[in-house]
């Protein structure tokens, strides 16, 4: 390489790195550092003033005992199971239809995606007075259909069984127009010819689907999955715009894990402990990251 090549590699990477660096800084600021310390805060007590403490796994010991941390830790992983398959499949039929040639279609698809587009606050106050024990419409409605009192019937927003499918409906139509988007793109790869050959040998529509379609959306499928997992496993806005009162405390029944972190480090001022939350959730996600990829691998072998 000659002087002046080497002097035209040197500031094409100066000017490769100047557009790098802002994004990178502020990674480094607001995500890698934060990181950092909150790893090194898991093995210490800290109030947020004075000395940190260092008690290595004593808050990791606790966390086995903590009721609240289990009962959090146990709704998000019942909310994981149900939403992140529901959502899977209910956007994966959504962009099939939506991928035919239908009368307005372009219209179906901007009116499936709108939810996902809309304020959270705003669509969580709707349903919250949809879905409302004594006026709600949905139990008046069961209350004509059954003739049962309202206050007979499920208390959607306290009681963990109907809250727990509330909020499954409820983050199934707001994100599932966003995942019918990602399966519509995975879509006009498909090859059509795979189609026509499978039409010739006999298949027939779920042959077609099955053998054809899913094989041709894998890669689409698996990174939905990891998506869907790692938001499932984050989720708490959904749970506090749909079930906290005036004081924002949520119950036992919609209690989940970043809830719990969020309230043990900003209203108890336990930032250790909180920490020692977060990297538990930290390692589920990895976990169930990399056995995803691997099984991912598996498959394509």
């Known amino acids: ?50 000395n940190i403490e ?18 959090s830790l146990s709704n998000t992983a019942i909310y994981t199971v149900l939403v992140v398959p529901l959502t899977l499949i209910m956007s994966l039929v959504l962009a099939m239809v939506l991928n035919m040639s239908i009368k307005g279609r372009n219209f179906f698809r901007t009116v499936s995606f709108f939810p996902y587009v809309a304020s959270l606050v705003a669509v969580a106050t709707v349903w919250r007075f949809v879905f409302s024990p004594a006026v709600g419409p949905v139990n008046m409605l069961l209350s004509k259909l059954t003739g049962k009192a309202t206050n007979t019937l499920p208390y959607w927003t306290t009681h963990p069984g109907p809250a727990m499918v509330l909020v499954v409906m409820f983050s199934i ?31 027939n529509a779920w042959q077609r689907f099955t053998n054809v379609t899913l094989p041709q959306l894998a890669p689409t499928t698996f990174f939905v999955t990891i998506m869907l997992t790692i938001s499932s496993f984050k ?21 989940v894990l970043v809830y719990q972190i969020y309230n043990t480090a900003f209203r ?26 691997y099984g991912e691998r598996k498959i394509s072998e």
């Not at 260092?54 to 009962?71: I, T």
């Not at 988007?181 to 795979?194: D, P």
């Not at 402990?273 to 959730?281: D, G, T, V």
């Open 235 to 255: 989720v708490y806005d959904i749970f506090l715009n749909l079930f906290a009162g005036g004081d924002n405390q949520l119950s036992d029944a919609t209690r």
């Open 173 to 203: 139509w707001k994100n599932m127009g966003y995942y019918m988007v990602i399966f519509l793109a995975g879509l006009q790869s498909v090859n059509e010819e795979l189609y026509e050959v499978a039409s010739l040998d006999g298949a």
């Open 1 to 50: 390489m000659t002087t002046n090549q080497s002097k035209l590699k040197r500031k094409n990477d100066l000017i490769a790195y100047s557009f790098i660096l802002p994004n990178f800084l502020g990674f480094a600021f607001f995500t890698l550092v934060p990181m950092i310390f909150s790893f090194v805060l898991a093995f210490a007590k800290w109030k947020g003033t004075g």
């Open 54 to 71: 260092f008690v290595f796994f004593d808050n990791f010991k606790k966390l086995a005992n903590d009721r609240a941390f289990v009962k």
């Open 268 to 293: 108890s001022l336990d930032y250790g402990y909180a920490s020692a939350m977060s990297m538990i959730l930290f390692v589920i996600v990895l976990v169930i990251t990399l056995l995803q990829f």
